[in-house]
Nanobody, 123 residues
Framework: VQLQASGGGSVQPGGSLRLSCAAS????????IGWFRQAPGKEREGVVC????????YYADSMKGRFTISRDNAKNTMYLRMNSLKPEDTAVYYC?????????????????WGQGTQVTVSS
């Protein structure tokens, strides 16, 4: 069972990136799946998730309109398209899921995490 995040990098403010999270050993669509991030000196926070029960997307307010989550069930991969990036978006981004309970739309943090991918937004 593995979550493999990739696609991070360095971009200028206003730029875009697409992160990928490839799952192996389980099917993404069976579970809530989401993106989280942690900036230096700050707590980990939720970015966006997809609910397995109703397929709804739940975005953090600061990401609405700029970030888009998607999932390709055939590739068993989740994506995060990030547009209009700001310096405050600089963080390590993680994909995560939980095999025992729902977390999307709640304050609960999932219990299975992939390794992070660094996103740096700087001029």
């Amino acid at each position: 069972v593995q979550l493999q995040a990739s696609g991070g990098g360095s971009v200028q403010p206003g730029g875009s990136l697409r992160l990928s999270c490839a799952a192996s050993g389980f099917s993404l669509y069976h579970y809530d799946i989401g993106w989280f991030r942690q900036a230096p000196g700050k707590e980990r926070e939720g970015v966006v998730c997809i609910s397995s029960s109703d397929n709804n997307r739940y975005y953090a307010d600061s990401m609405k309109g700029r970030f888009t989550i998607s999932r390709d069930n055939a590739k068993n991969t989740m994506y995060l398209r990030m547009n209009s990036l700001k310096p405050e978006d600089t963080a390590v981004y993680y994909c995560a899921t939980d095999f025992s309970q729902y977390f999307c739309g709640t304050n609960y943090f999932p219990d299975y995490w992939g390794q992070g991918t660094q996103v740096t937004v700087s001029s």
